[in-house]
C-alpha cells in the first residue's frame, strides 16, 4: 500500500544530526509533520529551525519514563503518529575482549534497548492510525565486523526486534521496516575515521564495505521505504542480496576473511587504551 505522506505525522529520534536529521529534512520536502527528539537540545534546535511547524523534545532513549513522556507530549501536540523512526544511537569498538565493560552495556542500552523504548511508546499512537515503524538497524546486523563487538551486538537485537514486531503487528494493520545501511557520511562515521583503531580497520575491508557512502540517496531510499510501508531499506543497494543470504554468510571462510586483521587492531588498542583508558579508547569510535 502506498502512501500519500504530505500532512502525515512522523517521530524521529536522533534527529539532531545524521541520518535523523536529514531523514526529517526530506520527510518535511514531502510534506509530512515531524516530531523530533534528541538528547542534545543545541543540535535539535538548529535541525527544527530550518523545519518549520516542527515539534520538538529533548529526552535520552535511555530514561524510559522520560523517553515516553515525550513521546506521548509530542504526540499531543501534532494530533497523533502515523511513523515512528527508532534511528538514536551511538557507535564504540575495539575487541571485546579488551574494551571497558561499560561501554558494551551502554552501547546495548542505547542502541537496542534504546530502540525498543522508543518502539513500546510509540506503539499506541502508531496502532490507532495503521502506521508504520522503522528500527535503524546497520550493515554490522547481518555481517560479521571485528573490533565492533558491542555495535554488532546491539543492531543484531535490532534486527531481531524489528522481525518480531512486524509478526505481531501484522495484525493490527501496523508495517515494521528494518534499516540497514554501511557507513553512511554522518558525523558519527567522521569520528569514527579519526579513532587509530577503526580506521585501519575501515581501511582492511573490501572497497565496497569499508568505502564512506554518501547520506542524502540512502535517506532518499528511506522515505521511498515509509511511502511504501516496506519490510526493509538497505544502502547500498546490492546489501539486500548479503541479508537475503545471511545464512550462508555464517561459514569458517566469513569468519576468516572478518578476522584477517585482529591482532593489529588488538595491539593498536592497547595502545590506546593504555594512554586514555580501555572506555574512553572504545568511545573514541563515535558518539551520537
Keep these: ?3 500519500n505522506l504530505d500532512g502525515r505525522v512522523a517521530l524521529i529520534t536522533g534527529a539532531g544530526s545524521g541520518i535523523g536529521a536529514e531523514l526529517a529534512r526530506q520527510l518535511a520536502a514531502r510534506g509530512m509533520r515531524l516530531a523530533l527528539i534528541d538528547v542534545n537540545r543545541e543540535a535539535l534546535e538548529r535541525v527544527a529551525a530550518g ?3 516542527a515539534e520538538t523534545a529533548v529526552a535520552d532513549v ?3 519514563e522520560a523517553l515516553t513522556a515525550a513521546i506521548d507530549d509530542l504526540a499531543a501536540r501534532c494530533g497523533g503518529l502515523d511513523v515512528a523512526v527508532a534511528n538514536a544511537g551511538i ?15 551502554e552501547t546495548i542500552d542505547i542502541n537496542l534497548l534504546g530502540v525498543w523504548r522508543t518502539a513500546r511508546a510509540a506503539i499506541p ?49 501496523v508495517g515494521v521496516g528494518v534499516a540497514y545501511y554501511l557507513f553512511l557520511n554522518t558525523p558519527m562515521v567522521a569520528a569514527s575515521d579519526d579513532s587509530p583503531i577503526f580506521a585501519s580497520a575501515k581501511q582492511r575491508l573490501p572497497n565496497a564495505l569499508g568505502k564512506t557512502w554518501p547520506l542524502e540517496p540512502a535517506v532518499a531510499r528511506t522515505v521511498r521505504t515509509i511511502e511504501r510501508r516496506s519490510r526493509a531499506v538497505s544502502y547500498p543497494p546490492f546489501l539486500r542480496g548479503a541479508i537475503a543470504l545471511r545464512g550462508l554468510l555464517d561459514n569458517p571462510l566469513t569468519d576468516r576473511a572478518a578476522g584477517a586483521g585482529v591482532r593489529g587492531m588488538e595491539k593498536a588498542f ?12 572504545a568511545r573514541a569510535v563515535g558518539g551520537r
Design 125 to 173: 499512537h502508531v496502532l490507532e492510525r495503521r502506521g508504520y515503524l522503522l528500527l535503524v538497524a546497520s550493515a554490522a546486523a547481518v555481517l560479521p565486523a571485528a573490533g565492533l563487538g558491542a555495535y554488532s551486538v546491539s543492531k543484531a537485537g535490532v534486527d531481531a526486534l524489528g522481525r518480531t514486531l512486524r509478526v505481531e503487528l501484522r495484525t493490527h494493520d
Design 270 to 281: 592497547a595502545a590506546e587504551a593504555e594512554r586514555v583508558g580501555a572506555a574512553a579508547a
Design 51 to 53: 523545519l518549520p511547524g
Design 62 to 64: 535511555r530514561d524510559a
Design 1 to 3: 500500500m502506498m502512501w
Design 91 to 105: 557507535a564504540t569498538g575495539g575487541p571485546l575482549r579488551l574494551v571497558g565493560p561499560e561501554t558494551v552495556e
